[in-house]
């Protein structure tokens, strides 16, 4: 079954700073999906990126980026530039090739400041 | 607008009583889930569906059942038997599992309150 560990505390973020939020997880599959979902405090689910285990390159969307490290099992979400609007919850998640059913890390707070 | 669709966003109901939640969608995805989350926590699987007329549990089914007779839909029914009930419930739909992984698209979710 696959594991994914998020234990960082609550993070304060100077606003137009970089946050990196960290991701482990742990698998025997080869064949595997990395996400990262933001959450704001009215619940709704925003995915922001997807990694693939055998994408050769990290993956980037705007000012979210994911450095995958595949031999540490680790993939860390990179929010560059921080804006007010950052400020959520923020999960990672897994999925197997031929299942789709995700399993969440418990998240990470952040909250930006001015 | 294509998307998915949760209903009511906010249920209240007395313990010992049966409830079903809502969850329809228009994106032509196979694959239907129900995720529950507590405060200050990840999201948990109960059921999924990957086609119609067929599901699974997930990882937390007890006390809960679901149904999947048409495609853009997924109901879930709290039942009595399920011990701690008050908790956020979010619905997602993906593209079929014969790929590889997609990104699941999530409802607005519902807050189940038993008093």
């Known amino acids: 079954a696959q594991k994914i560990t998020q234990t960082q505390p609550g993070m304060f973020v100077q606003e137009k700073e970089a946050v990196t939020l960290d991701c482990t997880y742990d698998t025997s599959d080869p064949s595997y999906g990395l996400f990262w979902y933001k959450q704001p405090s009215s619940g709704e689910m925003i995915f922001l990126i997807y990694q693939g285990s055998y994408d050769q390159q990290n993956a980037t969307e705007g000012r979210y980026s994911l450095n995958f490290q595949k031999a540490r099992k680790s993939a860390n979400l990179v929010i560059s530039a921080s804006q007010l609007g950052d400020s959520a919850m923020y999960f990672c998640?897994?999925?197997?090739?031929?299942?789709?059913?995700?399993?969440f890390g418990k998240g990470n707070q952040v909250v930006v400041i001015p | 607008d294509g998307g998915i669709t949760q209903s009511p966003k906010y249920l209240f109901r007395k313990e010992g009583q049966n409830v079903t939640l809502s969850c329809e969608q228009n994106l032509n995805h196979d694959a239907m889930y129900w995720y529950r989350q507590d405060p200050g926590q990840g999201l948990r699987l109960i059921y999924y569906?990957?086609?119609?007329?067929?599901?699974q549990k997930g990882d937390i089914a007890e006390g809960y059942s679901v149904s999947r007779e048409k495609k853009e839909s997924f109901p879930l029914t709290v039942t009595s038997a399920q011990k701690n009930p008050t908790a956020f419930y979010l619905c997602a739909s993906s593209k079929g599992a014969d790929r590889a992984p997609s990104e699941a698209f999530f409802g607005q979710g519902t807050r189940l309150t038993v008093v």
């Open positions: 998640a897994m999925s197997l090739y031929g299942n789709n059913r995700l399993a």
């Open positions: 569906s990957q086609i119609v007329n067929d599901f």
